[in-house]
Structures are given as C-alpha cells and as structure tokens.
DNA sequence: ATCCTCCCCTAC
DNA sequence: TAAGGTAGGGGAGGAT
C-alpha cells in the first residue's frame, strides 16, 4: 500500500499508529492473498488435502518447518494460516519453543508443536493435538512449564530473562571507593574473567545494584513567583455519586467458524461483559482488528447532575477546553442537549495524533516491544538469520588483508550507541534534496514565526517566574558558583518582553545548520526565526518517522538480537559477542551499521561505542553527526574529565543547577567530591550514580526485555473547564483511552493516580503558549483498588472520586493525567478457558504455596475471575466506596509486590532481595511478566516489513 | 527499618 | 494559534 494511502487513513484515526482501516485492510489482504495462494500451491504440490480444514494456525517464533513451509501445509491441506494471531479466528498456535513467560501467557491457548502439523500430514489425517501440546494444561489450574519434548534450548529457562548474558560486567571495575575507570585494567592484569573473579563480593554487589543515575529532587524547593498555592476549593459536598453502569462493552463480536473456537466462544460468553479481546501482546494490531471505538458514550459515566443522564452529558466538551477562549464556547456548548459528544470523545485522539511527545512514546514502548520479540525469536529459533552479520562477515573473509583489522581480541564488553541523526528533520528531508544542508525545523508552524498577540496573556511574568525559578540555587549554594552558559537559557525557551507575538510551536528537531544559528530542540519557532531567518521548516510526519525507525531497527537486528530500544532512534547494541565472532573491530562494525542505515533509510546514524553504555552514549556525541567514535578504554579518564556534568545521564536541569551550586560544572569537577558528600546531597542511590558515572564507570546491561510498570495517558494542552461536568467527562474519556492502552498491552492495574495540574495561584489565567497549561502546581493523588482492572468504568469512577477529594476549581485545571501501575497481566480476556482463566499465574502458584497466599493476596484468591466487569457500587464522591482500597491502603491486602531491597547509605548499596522475599520475587516474577504483549508484535512488525519494502 | 504515598526529575 | 506525553527511578516524609 502506498504510503499515501497509509497517511490518509491515518489521519481519520487516532494516529496511533493507523489502528482500524489500514491494518484490518492489510490483513484480509493477506487472508485474501493466503486464499489465492492456495490453489495455486495445491497445483504445484498435487498432494492436497483437507486435513487441517477448520484449522487457523498461527505460528509463533521461529520453527521447523519455517512458518513459511507450514505456510503452504496449510495451504495444501485446507487450513488458513495466520499471520495475525485473532483469538477468535485462530485455532492453534505453533511453536517449537516459547520463553517462559510467554507459556504462562498463552496459557489456555493451544499451543502445538508444529510436528503436529507434519505427523498429521504422514498420518493423512488431523491427529489430535493434544499430545504435541507445548506445554500441559490441566484445566488451567495444573500449569506445568514447558513439555520436555519440547527442543531443550539451554538458554530457556524458568529464570527471568537475563538480558545481561553475553555481558561480561564490565567487573573489572573496582569497588565503589576506590574506583579504577572505565572498566577494564590498563593492561596490567589484562585477564578480564580473572580480574573479575579477583574482586570482593561486595563490590561486584555494589556493581551489579548500580543502575541508573537518578536525579534527585530532593531539595529543589523553587521559589514561588506568586502568591503561595491557595488551593480554590470547590464545594463538593452536593454533587452527586458517580454510578458508572455495568455495559458490555462495543465487542465486536466475530464469528467463531474454526474448528476449536467453540470453547472460547463459551469462555467469551461467561465474560460477556468483559472489554473487547483483549489477548496480551496484540496492542497496536488489536486497534486494528478491532476499530471500534472503545468507548460508547451513552453507557458510561453516571451523571453528576441530572442533565447529565443521556448520553450528551458525557461529554468531552473538548469544544470548551480546546480553545482558549473558553468562556465563549463554553456558554453555548454548555448547553444540555447539545450534541457531538461522540466527536468530543475523538478531540483526546485527536490530541495525541498531533502530538509528537505522545508519538515519541508510543513508539519507544512499540520498538521496546519489538525488540523483545527479536529475543524470543532468537532464544527460541536457536539462530535466526543475521543477513547484516554475514554480509560483514563475507567482508571481512574478501579483504582480510585490507580495510578492515584483523581480528582483535577482544576482552572486554563493547556498546554501541546507534543514535539517528536529527532524526526528524532527517527522515523529513530525505527526499527533499534542496533542503540539505540548510538550517531546516520540524514543527507545526508552518507561519512567518509571528502569530497574533493573544490577550490576555502575560509572557513576561511566565518568563521572570522560570528565570527565577531557574536561579534557585544561586541563591544558597554554599559554594560561589560559577555561572555556566546553560545558567543563562531559561525553560522559558527564549521568550523575551518583545517575544509575544512570536509563534510559541515548538521546535521537534532542527539541522545542524539550524543549530548552528543556536536553534534548538524544543525552542518555540518564533525565536528560532528570530535566530535564523533562513530556517525552514518541514511538518511533521509521523508515519514516516516509524517506517525510517523500523527500518533502523531491522537494520541493527540483521546483526544481533541484542539490543536495547531506547526510543525510536536511538538504541544500543551490545557487540560483545559479536565482535568476537565476526573478529573485527567496533569501528568496522559501526561503520558497517551506518552503511546499511544510510542505504535503507536515507538518514545518517552516528554510533558511539565504549566498553559500558555510559561511554558508548558519551562517545555519540563526539561521533555526531553522521560520525563514529569508539572511546577506547585508555583515554576515557582524560575524555571525561572535561565533559560537563550535564552530559550524564539523568543530569538535567534541576541536577546540573544544583551541581553548579555546589561548584560543579564538569566530571573532573564531580571526582573531587566524595561519595557521602554526594549521598548526602542527592540521596543514597543517586549520589552513588552521580559518583560511578563521573568517571565512566556504569554496569548497566544492554536490557532488551523490559517489563512495563505503568500504563498512563494525560493531556496538559488545551485544558480549560467552566464547570465540573466537564472535568468528570473529560475523565471519563480518559479513562476510556487508558483502557484503551492497558488493553493494548494485555495488562491490568491495581493503583489509580489521577494526576492534575493547575494554574499557579497568581499566574496568568491565559498562558503565553496558545492552548498551553502555563505556570502550573502539580497534584496527584491514587487509590489502590481490589483487584487488578483495565476497565474504563472502573477507572474513571475511581478518577472522578479522587478529582472530588482534590477539591480542585475546575476552572484552573489546566491538565489531567491518569496513571495505573501494580500492573498484571490480564486473563480475562473474552476467550479464556473457563473461570481458572481469570485467575493469574500468580494464583495459581499461590494455590500451591497456601502458607503465602493469605498473606499475600487474599482476594487475589477469592475473587478468580473476571474483575472488569464488576464496577464500583455508587458512592458519593467524596466517600470511600466498599471496592477500592483508600490510597493508604489498610487491612493488609495490599503490597502485592515484592519489597523494596535493601539500602545502605554507605558508599555502597546492594540490592538484595530478602530471604524471605526470594520465593516471592521470583514468583512475582512470573505472574507479573506474563502479560507480556507476545505474539503480536512480531506479526506487526513482519506486516510493517512487507509494507516497506 | 521498612513500606507507602506523593511527588519530582529525566529522557526520548 | 498548537497539539507541553509517558515511563521509570528515586527522594522526602509520614505510618507502621
């Protein structure tokens, strides 16, 4: 499909990716394609059959036969092949091998080994399935891990994925006190293994625990320009209970031909009421089997007040809030009966399809997924085709004796840091010769950089107010501070008194020309045309931007699966392995990788490599742009003594000022500050962080598999109410796209945050920005529910109770984020297999282990099944309900995860589960990860890969 | 000492 | 006009 057609759709959608018409096209092409192919192969093979009618496989992973060849066995003998696994549609999933995690999730499913398919063809007849099972299932309740038959891949294992596997920590390093850099020995005790055997228990601990560098805000205490916060408290005792009604949800109920559907047609039926299918992992793709909205309007929030009762009342009354001149829209759509409330629901969409931020973030949590089915393809396949790998490979072999070195040996880890240059901009231009080279922006201004000067508005308070905020610590450091440059860029983002009537887009992504004229990321486009009035701008274009990413990602994957997806262009590889099994250097291999993204994108990439990911990163910016640069192990005490503390990880704004307070500006400065100085200052951990990344030292592992902990939407552009109807629609709808999202991902939660931010007292009513939330406080606040649920009902009646308990004056709301964490998989979806289906792996192995599971989750226990569907009983807002726990939780039924680990405030601290927690943990560890969004991401990224190509 | 909640900060 | 989202880590401080 063109990518024309593939834009037009996306923009009747929620730009999510084009969920409903292009996919579900794109995949009853592929039935239709399957249908066509058929006779054709039958022709070809003469040996047809109709074995396997009424069978829907769907294969997952990589098998023998490739899914290909059991492609065309189905083909020959009557079945339909999946590319895209449909609970509903599909009979049986093959697999030779799944991780751990994925069993537990497809638990239920029926998973066959794909000899079934083949005896089945020797035998002429469909055998039953049953004994080439991948995994027994007992009704549910006797889960057993993988059949021995199953091919024994060592790295398979009832483990938690250890992406860190080929990483040799770079434990060379020394103990926290008395650090050597950068990971390896400079050449006095080369032997790696040795070194690393050599050092104290203790520290390797402290190693293993040192993970991210964590800013501390901790005494960021911003002064206030304005008068102190005085809450505008609104009167909330007359309002009305929430009652939000049980409704089946707009399942769009498909026919359940296949042989084998019958069961989950009858699970589908008990939980009726359930959400729309939900399987874990089908995300995306599941918007775009199922385009329906998620949300019926008419069903869902109870009124507030009684001219709330049809379905006109749940409104979005985005129409208010969308514009900035609120009051005068808000009188006359405030009117009851007026309608489009239906449209209103879509101006959320419509919010985040012209959001580059929410973009950016979908994608990275998309590409996460899509590197971790990379993993499991890997695991399970036992060796998967790395057409990059060879091609560099045969290279090498042809000029063994040219270019490229001869096999160094490699001792010590080696990351690459492959970062897309300018990524925007970049993809934005690709076909726009013209452009290249020119100082050229990505934003949604497409204007002369001037706008109307908006009344009301008061840039220079905003301006002082961020300027002052900005100086904090120049006041009470206890060190003269040397004024950096940065000191002097406020988050204001350039906004000056002459600076209203400039255009307040934001600038996504700018050209180095661009950059040159001192435009930046983030800058409004009205002082970057004042910077650079030659600058250019291009719009955005966000499908685009997710081809050339996947593009980007195959790339480095057809060189190995291990790789960490950091967000849409940017991602690190470990090479470790790699480089010893190819025998040449990281340069030869960067380069190759910059070749190959160059010729499949047309955009340029810089790699920055280094023994560790810190160093890898550090490397990229001197390798920018379109550059490479290895920053060998020698040079790095020298290379990061001058690097501005900012240039750490998770050193920002508020850390960076907060450093300079205390003297600090750059890494040398950061060495001369001991560890408790610097616990002591930023905290335990962050500290620790702050003191190993200054000098380059930085055990993180590359981390391909990462398990989602929160799933959230908010919006804090264009909020502006007149009364709390509004509010209470507005959360309703947001609920409804964070159902939306937990269903995406198979997941449920146990915690509701609402999250609020409101106009500052004494900030201006209506902010510089067009739209924008202006100088706000932040408010948040959560409950803790019984169960676990994704349930929009069920969120937003839990959201609304919380809004009335802020206490909150509508009218300076100006953004609203919910946020549910206490995450776990969701079971219960549509065609589970009977009531043990609702119950979690963690259940079940509770089941087993009665002496925790009182303790632990008692209703976890009691209350198997379908949660979703049983909705908070009426209660007066403010009022506790009977269902949800208070945020505090009491009555010890909460703390279903495992506990924190342990800290010392030393120079050290370890993560150390507690003994009486490993059971736990490793347990938690199960049933958490199982949600596990599998199959689906493989199957849309295959998709995607047609389409590009 | 540990956990929980409410934040803040950072990164893309 | 303009589209200031989202996930994760960790600190402060109170409850237990």
Same mark, same amino acid.
């Given at each position: 499909?063109? #990518?024309?057609?593939?834009?037009?759709?996306?923009?009747?959608?929620?730009?999510?990716?084009?969920?409903?018409?292009?996919?579900?096209?794109?995949? =009853?092409?592929?039935? /239709?394609?399957?249908?066509?192919?058929?006779?054709?192969?039958?022709?070809?093979?003469?040996?047809?059959?109709?074995?396997?009618?009424?069978?829907?496989?769907?294969?997952?992973?990589?098998?023998?036969?490739?899914?290909?060849?059991?492609?065309?066995?189905?083909?020959?003998?009557?079945?339909?092949?999946?590319?895209?696994?449909?609970?509903?549609?599909? +009979?049986?999933?093959?697999? @030779?091998?799944?991780?751990?995690?994925?069993?537990? /999730?497809?638990?239920?499913?029926?998973?066959?080994?794909?000899?079934?398919?083949?005896? *089945?063809?020797?035998?002429?007849?469909?055998?039953?399935?049953?004994?080439?099972?991948?995994?027994?299932?007992?009704?549910?309740?006797?889960?057993?891990?993988?059949?021995? #038959?199953?091919?024994?891949?060592?790295?398979?294992?009832?483990?938690?994925?250890?992406? !860190?596997?080929?990483?040799?920590?770079?434990?060379?390093?020394?103990?926290?006190?008395?650090?050597?850099?950068?990971?390896?020995?400079?050449?006095?005790?080369?032997?790696?293994?040795?070194?690393?055997?050599?050092?104290?228990?203790? &520290?390797?601990? +402290?190693?293993?625990?040192?993970?991210?560098?964590?800013?501390?805000?901790?005494?960021?205490?911003?002064?206030?320009?304005?008068?102190?916060?005085?809450?505008?408290?609104?009167? +909330?005792?007359?309002?009305?209970?929430? $009652?939000?009604?049980?409704?089946?949800?707009?399942?769009?109920?498909?026919?359940?031909?296949?042989?084998?559907?019958?069961?989950?047609?009858?699970?589908?039926?008990?939980?009726?009421?359930?959400?729309?299918?939900?399987?874990?992992?089908?995300?995306?793709?599941?918007?775009?089997?199922?385009?329906?909205? @998620?949300?019926?309007?008419? @069903?869902?929030?109870?009124?507030?007040?009684?001219?709330?009762?049809?379905?006109?009342?749940?409104?979005?009354?985005?129409?208010?809030?969308?514009?900035?001149?609120?009051?005068?829209?808000?009188? *006359?759509?405030?009117?009851?009966?007026? =309608?489009?409330?239906?449209?209103?629901?879509?101006?959320? !969409?419509?919010?985040?399809?012209?959001?580059?931020?929410?973009?950016?973030?979908?994608? #990275?949590?998309?590409?996460?997924?899509?590197?971790?089915?990379?993993?499991?393809?890997?695991?399970?396949?036992?060796?998967?085709?790395?057409?990059?790998?060879?091609?560099?490979?045969?290279?090498?072999?042809?000029? *063994? *004796?040219?270019?490229?070195?001869?096999?160094?040996?490699?001792?010590? !880890?080696?990351?690459?840091?492959?970062?897309?240059?300018?990524?925007?901009?970049?993809?934005?231009?690709?076909?726009?010769?013209? $452009?290249?080279?020119?100082?050229?922006?990505?934003? =949604?201004?497409?204007?002369?950089?001037?706008?109307?000067?908006?009344?009301?508005?008061?840039?220079?308070?905003?301006?002082?107010?961020?300027?002052?905020?900005?100086?904090?610590?120049?006041?009470?450091?206890?060190?003269?501070?040397?004024?950096?440059?940065?000191?002097?860029?406020?988050?204001?983002?350039?906004?000056?008194?002459?600076?209203?009537?400039?255009?307040?887009?934001?600038?996504?992504?700018?050209?180095?020309?661009?950059?040159?004229?001192?435009?930046?990321?983030?800058?409004?486009?009205?002082?970057?045309?004042?910077?650079?009035?030659?600058?250019?701008?291009?719009?955005?274009?966000?499908?685009?931007?997710?081809?050339?990413?996947?593009?980007?990602?195959? @790339?480095?994957?057809?060189? +190995?699966?291990?790789?960490?997806?950091?967000?849409?262009?940017?991602?690190?590889?470990?090479?470790?392995?790699?480089?010893?099994?190819?025998?040449?250097?990281?340069?030869?291999?960067?380069?190759?990788?910059?070749?190959?993204?160059?010729?499949?994108?047309?955009?340029?990439?810089?790699?920055?490599?280094?023994?560790?990911?810190?160093?890898?990163?550090?490397?990229?910016?001197?390798?920018?742009?379109?550059?490479?640069?290895?920053?060998?192990?020698?040079?790095?005490?020298?290379?990061?003594?001058?690097?501005?503390?900012?240039?750490?990880?998770?050193?920002?704004? =508020?850390?960076?000022?907060?450093?300079?307070?205390?003297?600090?500006?750059?890494?040398?400065?950061?060495?001369?500050?001991?560890?408790?100085?610097?616990?002591?200052?930023?905290?335990?951990?962050?500290?620790?962080?702050?003191?190993?990344?200054?000098?380059?030292?930085?055990?993180?592992?590359?981390?391909?598999?990462?398990?989602?902990?929160?799933?959230?939407?908010?919006?804090?552009?264009?909020?502006?109410?007149?009364?709390?109807?509004?509010? /209470?629609?507005?959360?309703?709808?947001?609920?409804?796209?964070?159902?939306?999202?937990?269903?995406?991902?198979?997941?449920?939660?146990?915690?509701?945050? $609402?999250?609020?931010?409101?106009?500052?007292?004494?900030?201006?009513?209506?902010?510089?920005?067009?739209?924008?939330?202006?100088?706000?406080?932040?408010?948040?606040?959560?409950?803790?529910?019984?169960?676990?649920?994704?349930?929009?009902?069920?969120?937003?009646?839990?959201?609304?109770?919380?809004?009335?308990?802020?206490?909150?004056?509508?009218?300076?709301?100006?953004?609203?984020?919910?946020?549910?964490?206490?995450?776990?998989?969701?079971?219960?979806?549509?065609?589970?297999?009977?009531?043990?289906?609702?119950? &979690?792996?963690?259940?079940?192995?509770?089941?087993?282990?009665?002496?925790?599971?009182?303790?632990?989750?008692?209703?976890?226990?009691?209350?198997?099944?379908?949660?979703?569907?049983?909705?908070?009983?009426?209660?007066?807002?403010?009022?506790?309900?009977?269902?949800?726990?208070?945020?505090?939780?009491?009555?010890?039924?909460?703390?279903?995860?495992?506990?924190?680990?342990?800290?010392?405030?030393?120079?050290?601290?370890?993560?150390?589960?507690?003994? !009486?927690?490993?059971?736990?943990?490793?347990?938690?560890?199960?049933?958490?990860?199982?949600?596990?969004?599998?199959?689906?991401?493989?199957?849309?990224?295959?998709?995607?890969?047609?389409?590009?190509?």
């Amino acid at each position: 499909m063109s #990518r024309d057609g593939w834009r037009k759709k996306a923009s009747e959608d929620d730009g999510w990716g084009g969920r409903g018409g292009y996919m579900a096209a794109k995949i =009853s092409k592929l039935e /239709e394609q399957f249908q066509k192919d058929a006779p054709r192969e039958k022709q070809k093979d003469g040996t047809s059959t109709c074995i396997f009618s009424g069978v829907a496989i769907y294969v997952n992973g990589y098998t023998d036969p490739s899914a290909d060849e059991l492609r065309r066995l189905m083909m020959l003998h009557g079945g339909q092949f999946h590319l895209y696994y449909t609970r509903s549609k599909t +009979t049986h999933i093959i697999a @030779t091998n799944l991780p751990n995690r994925k069993i537990q /999730e497809l638990k239920g499913e029926k998973v066959v080994r794909p000899e079934w398919i083949t005896d *089945s063809i020797k035998a002429g007849r469909q055998l039953s399935y049953v004994q080439y099972q991948l995994y027994t299932k007992q009704k549910g309740l006797n889960f057993t891990s993988v059949c021995a #038959r199953g091919k024994q891949d060592p790295s398979f294992s009832h483990e938690p994925s250890k992406p !860190s596997l080929n990483h040799p920590d770079i434990i060379s390093e020394e103990d926290a006190e008395r650090p050597r850099v950068n990971g390896i020995h400079d050449g006095d005790d080369g032997d790696y293994d040795n070194a690393c055997a050599l050092l104290p228990r203790g &520290s390797q601990d +402290t190693l293993l625990t040192n993970g991210y560098v964590h800013p501390v805000n901790g005494a960021l205490k911003p002064q206030d320009s304005f008068a102190e916060l005085q809450l505008h408290v609104v009167d +909330t005792g007359s309002h009305q209970s929430y $009652l939000p009604q049980t409704e089946s949800r707009d399942r769009e109920e498909s026919s359940c031909s296949s042989a084998g559907s019958k069961a989950n047609s009858h699970q589908r039926s008990l939980i009726s009421t359930a959400s729309p299918a939900k399987q874990p992992g089908l995300h995306n793709m599941q918007k775009d089997l199922h385009p329906k909205p @998620t949300f019926k309007p008419g @069903t869902s929030a109870a009124p507030q007040k009684g001219n709330l009762h049809d379905q006109k009342r749940v409104r979005l009354n985005g129409s208010y809030h969308m514009t900035p001149n609120s009051s005068t829209l808000a009188d *006359s759509s405030n009117q009851p009966g007026r =309608s489009g409330q239906g449209a209103e629901a879509g101006i959320i !969409s419509e919010f985040f399809s012209h959001s580059r931020l929410h973009h950016i973030s979908t994608w #990275r949590n998309e590409f996460s997924e899509y590197v971790n089915g990379l993993q499991s393809r890997s695991r399970a396949a036992g060796g998967a085709v790395f057409s990059g790998k060879e091609k560099l490979k045969k290279l090498k072999a042809n000029c *063994s *004796s040219g270019s490229l070195m001869a096999a160094p040996q490699v001792r010590q !880890s080696c990351i690459l840091h492959v970062d897309m240059d300018c990524f925007f901009v970049s993809v934005g231009i690709r076909h726009r010769p013209d $452009l290249k080279g020119k100082p050229v922006a990505v934003t =949604s201004n497409r204007g002369p950089g001037r706008v109307a000067q908006r009344p009301g508005a008061n840039p220079q308070l905003e301006f002082q107010y961020y300027q002052r905020k900005q100086n904090q610590y120049r006041k009470d450091g206890d060190l003269e501070m040397t004024p950096s440059p940065q000191c002097d860029e406020v988050p204001s983002n350039g906004v000056d008194l002459d600076l209203a009537a400039l255009s307040m887009a934001e600038i996504a992504s700018c050209s180095y020309a661009a950059r040159q004229a001192d435009v930046r990321n983030g800058m409004f486009f009205g002082r970057a045309k004042q910077l650079c009035p030659d600058l250019q701008c291009v719009p955005y274009d966000f499908q685009a931007y997710k081809e050339v990413a996947l593009s980007m990602y195959e @790339t480095l994957a057809s060189y +190995t699966h291990n790789i960490e997806a950091l967000s849409c262009d940017e991602a690190l590889v470990d090479a470790t392995k790699l480089l010893v099994e190819l025998g040449v250097t990281p340069d030869d291999l960067a380069r190759a990788i910059r070749e190959d993204i160059k010729e499949k994108t047309g955009c340029s990439a810089s790699v920055g490599m280094g023994s560790n990911i810190l160093l890898a990163r550090m490397a990229t910016r001197k390798a920018k742009p379109n550059g490479q640069y290895f920053l060998r192990s020698e040079e790095v005490d020298d290379f990061i003594r001058d690097q501005p503390v900012s240039s750490l990880p998770g050193v920002g704004r =508020s850390m960076s000022s907060k450093l300079t307070s205390l003297g600090v500006s750059t890494c040398g400065d950061l060495q001369q500050l001991s560890i408790s100085r610097l616990q002591r200052e930023f905290g335990p951990r962050t500290g620790q962080t702050l003191f190993r990344f200054c000098r380059g030292l930085d055990d993180r592992p590359v981390r391909s598999e990462k398990e989602r902990k929160s799933v959230s939407a908010e919006m804090n552009y264009n909020i502006r109410f007149t009364q709390v109807e509004e509010a /209470e629609s507005f959360l309703t709808n947001l609920s409804m796209e964070v159902q939306k999202r937990m269903e995406g991902v198979g997941l449920r939660g146990r915690r509701i945050t $609402l999250k609020v931010m409101m106009r500052k007292p004494g900030a201006p009513v209506e902010p510089a920005k067009y739209g924008g939330h202006g100088i706000c406080d932040n408010f948040a606040r959560s409950v803790l529910l019984a169960q676990p649920t994704d349930s929009g009902q069920l969120i937003a009646a839990e959201a609304i109770k919380l809004f009335y308990a802020m206490k909150l004056d509508v009218k300076d709301m100006r953004g609203v984020g919910l946020q549910v964490q206490q995450l776990e998989g969701s079971y219960a979806d549509p065609s589970g297999q009977g009531p043990s289906r609702g119950r &979690s792996i963690k259940d079940l192995l509770l089941a087993k282990q009665p002496a925790h599971s009182p303790r632990k989750d008692p209703l976890a226990q009691g209350q198997s099944s379908v949660i979703r569907t049983e909705v908070t009983p009426p209660s007066s807002p403010p009022s506790t309900s009977s269902d949800p726990m208070p945020g505090t939780s009491k009555g010890g039924l909460h703390h279903p995860h495992t506990p924190n680990h342990v800290r010392t405030y030393l120079n050290v601290s370890i993560e150390v589960p507690s003994p !009486s927690q490993v059971r736990f943990s490793s347990l938690e560890c199960t049933s958490g990860t199982k949600r596990r969004k599998l199959l689906f991401f493989y199957f849309k990224y295959f998709l995607c890969e047609q389409l590009t190509k």
